[in-house]
Structure formats: C-alpha cells, structure tokens
C-alpha cells in the first residue's frame, strides 16, 4: 500500500521480478488445488452426518460411489457457475449468512458441551490431553495453516473498497482475525471437550446425547455450514483468476468468454 501496489502481481514483480512473479502463480495455484479438493471433502462429510441421521447406510455413506455422487453435481452445477462471478461484491451478503451459520453451530457446541462433558468424561476409553505429540501433528498443523490463510482476498478486497486506505483494510483485517480466533478457540475446546480423545475432524460429526436421536439442532447447523461451502470457494477462487490474467495477458480486464 505503501508503494501503491494494486495486486500481488504488482507486489510479486517489485520484489524480485519475473520470476518471483511466476513462483507466485504456481504457489497460489497449489493453494487453490489443495483448498478445493479440502472444500469437496468436507461438504461430502456434513452431507453424509445429515445422511446418516436420516438412517442411510452407513456403509454406502464410506464409499468412493457417495463421494462422486455428492462431489461431481456440486462442482458442476454450482462451484463452477458461482464461480464465474467477476468480483467478490456478488458474495458480500453471503459473509453475513456465514457469520449468523458460524454462531449458531457455536451456540449448539457450547450449550451441548456440559451434557456430553457429564455422559463422557468418567468412561475409561474416552481420555483428556492438554497436548499429544505424535504423527498426527503435521495434520493439525496444516488444518491450522489453511484456516488462516486469508490473505488472497486482501487485495482484492481492497480494491473493492468504496474508499481504500490503509487505516480501513486494517481494520477489516484485525476485525477478521479476531473474529476467526474467537470462533476457533471456542469450537475447538466446546467439540474436544464433549467427545475428548474420540472427537472426530469435524465436530458435528458425533453421536447424538440419549434421548435426542437424532439431534435436530445439531443438523441445522451441518446444514448452514455445507450450505456455507457454495460461497467460500468461489470467494478463493477470485484471486487466483485475477492472478492468472495479470501473469498472462498483463492487466486487470477480461472479457466474459475468457
């Protein structure tokens, strides 16, 4: 901002030139690959919670055919149309619904926790650990990574401004982080310390509390968080599309067919 740089692209090339530019486009892409493939898996897993609680098999549920039938329709028919969008304007009301779907599925971990805290935590299989190191670190590690890695939509985001400047994208920024923090920190302690050593890579993913099968709060929020899956990869695809066409036709306009 300092130096009035627009893009990365911008910022790529200033820094250390060409091939800077280029390692930029290879990195962003590898980003993207790596944030589909993680968007198609976790919208077939809340699928199937939903799936599961309507009684189908369990074991259909686990099979590659469920995935292609979940995975293939929804990149079809609407990743890739939400995806031609030209700018990330046409979502702002979907940050809105995001963040109404996030506190709801919040709500339910936090008030839900004390009941599964009471069944769970005297059963000898079910064990608390402030800290567990071993294989399944790098794991955690790059679920933490792709959480926070946000910062493709800075500048895009800022060009959208009706008035950017510095002072407002960093206030867009902190407000972003500590609302991501705020949301991590809480349904990660509400979901590990209902289910503890048993708690599943998504959270609502978990056996319902005796005498609530099947619990209807709970699929309302797997509902509004895959419903959440339609918008957020559009918003990362954006950046990468406007990469691509400042590397290869240099500038920032393309037409509809392109």
């Excluded at 590898?30 to 939903?50: D, P």
């Excluded at 979907?94 to 059963?123: G, M, R």
């Excluded at 609502?204 to 509004?224: E, F, I, K, Q, T």
């Amino acid at each position: 901002m300092k130096h009035n740089l627009p893009n990365l692209d911008s910022i790529a090339m200033k820094a250390g030139g060409k091939c800077t530019q280029r390692v930029l486009v290879v990195m962003v892409f590898l980003y993207l690959t790596g944030l589909c493939v993680g968007y198609e898996i976790i919208l077939t897993q809340l699928i199937a919670v939903v799936l599961r609680a309507a009684g189908v098999d369990p074991d259909f549920l686990d099979s590659m055919k469920f995935r292609a039938y979940v995975g293939i329709p929804a990149a079809a028919f609407c990743f890739f149309p939400l995806s031609l969008l030209r700018d990330m304007s046409s979502l702002s009301y979907a940050s809105f619904v995001a963040l109404v779907a996030l506190f709801y599925t919040l709500l339910v971990l936090v008030v839900e926790c004390p009941f599964f805290y009471q069944l769970n935590h005297d059963k000898p299989d079910y064990e608390s650990h402030a800290f567990i190191f071993d294989l399944n670190l790098p794991v955690a590690a790059s679920i933490t990574f792709f959480s926070f890695t946000c910062q493709l939509q800075l500048l895009p985001i800022f060009s959208e401004l009706v008035k950017p400047n510095y002072t407002r994208i960093k206030k867009v920024v902190i407000r972003a982080l500590v609302i991501d923090y705020f949301f991590y920190v809480i349904m990660a302690c509400a979901g590990y310390f209902s289910t503890f050593n048993f708690t599943r890579s998504i959270v609502m993913d978990r056996d319902d509390l005796p005498g609530n099968s099947p619990d209807y709060w709970m699929l309302v929020a797997v509902v509004s968080i895959s419903s959440l899956m339609f918008a957020s990869l559009p918003v990362n695809y954006n950046p990468w599309r406007n990469q691509f066409f400042m590397l290869w036709k240099g500038n920032t306009s393309f037409s509809n067919k392109e």
